[in-house]
């Protein structure tokens, strides 16, 4: 996986050819709403489970890869922010170039929901840097049903990504990738092992914290979560309170969701240390809305006020053996 280029120009003229054509831009789900709910199940491209690692590799092509994981929540509470996200996902690699915040970014696009109540309560595609990102992002099923208690299975998703990603980044450079989890829930109180035998297929006998999965998890990862506007639980404190206990400072609000490519490189560009918030705002206005531009900057005060304070400390130690730790 990631081969190839991104090509604005292309993911133009299939939008065209699709508008053109009446076929609808998230054809995955369109294809899933027209059969019995006991049959929705996830594209094969998607399916976690069974598998062993989601790989982002060096190529000739992109000999410096780093990846970059968003994973958004598809349930009923987000609404209509799901298709205003996956709209706007497939620019964030030619974002990322054009502004030179990263030399070989490669993504990975994938949908959360709830593994108490959901036929596919977990969705993870592949690493690309090339328009098969577009193809991932469609074939995202927008189950759009989640389970009513005011918490999705975000740890599942969270798990996958600490034990089923291998990135040459970190083995061989010590960087982190970054992870982007895009919702407007809880996490659920534990992370049930028959849920990750069901959902991924390993065998954990016993629950699990999910903040013993985070603190792993943020070993080789930039962790975020993203709460948008138009979601239903933009505004409840308790929402924003949990993830601050989680994430600290990388829990980030955002008023626009439209802005979701140019907040996830903005905050990218500012942990990179190749612009500060300033500079990240200039260069957001030469390709996006004012409004949008205002949006990000709104999100990103407090991170741009630490990478303002830091400087770059250095690469993490490589490590010997296996990238995962025992979860606590």
């Known amino acids: 996986m990631g081969h190839g280029s991104w090509d604005d120009n292309a993911y133009a003229a299939a939008k065209t050819f699709r508008a053109a054509k009446g076929i609808d831009d998230f054809g995955y789900t369109s294809a899933m709403r ?4 006991a049959t929705w199940k ?7 489970f069974g598998v062993t690692a989601r790989e982002c590799r060096d ?3 992109h000999a410096d890869s780093t990846p970059i994981a968003v994973l ?3 349930t009923g509470s987000m609404g209509s922010v799901p298709k205003i996200m996956q709209g706007k996902l497939g620019k964030l690699h030619g974002l990322l170039r054009r502004k030179g915040y ?15 109540s959901d ?3 977990l ?19 927008l189950e759009g049903n989640g389970g009513g208690q005011k918490s999705e299975s975000y740890e599942l998703a969270a798990y996958f990504m600490a034990r089923h990603v ?6 061989k450079r010590g960087r982190k990738g970054y992870l982007f989890i895009i919702g407007d829930e809880l996490n659920k109180p534990r992370l049930e092992a028959r849920h990750v035998k069901r959902v991924i297929g390993d065998d954990l006998g016993q629950d699990v914290d999910p903040v013993s999965v985070y603190r792993e998890l943020a070993r080789k990862w930039h962790v975020y979560f993203v709460l948008p506007n138009k979601s239903s639980y933009y505004d409840d404190p308790a929402i924003a309170d949990h993830w601050r206990d989680v994430l600290g400072q990388n829990f980030l609000k955002l008023d626009d969701p439209g802005a979701v490519c140019e907040l996830i490189a903005a905050t990218i560009g500012l942990e990179e240390r190749v612009v500060d918030l300033d500079q990240a705002m200039v260069d957001l206005a030469e390709v996006g809305s004012a409004a949008e531009s205002r949006a990000v900057g709104k999100a990103l005060v407090q991170v741009g006020a630490g990478a303002k304070a830091l400087t770059r400390s250095g690469t993490p130690p490589m490590l010997d053996g296996p990238d995962d730790v025992t979860l606590a």
């Open 123 to 141: 969705q993870v595609g592949q690493f690309e840097s090339d328009n098969r990102m577009d193809e991932q992002l469609r074939d995202i099923f």
């Open 166 to 171: 291998v990135t040459d980044a970190w083995r």
């Open 72 to 74: 958004f929540d598809v």
């Open 119 to 121: 036929r596919v309560p």
């Open 59 to 61: 190529s000739p092509d």
């Open 34 to 37: 027209g059969t019995p709910s």
């Open 42 to 48: 996830a594209a094969p491209s998607m399916d976690p």
């Open 102 to 116: 990263l030399a070989d970014p490669q993504l990975l696009f994938g949908g959360i929901g709830d593994a108490d």
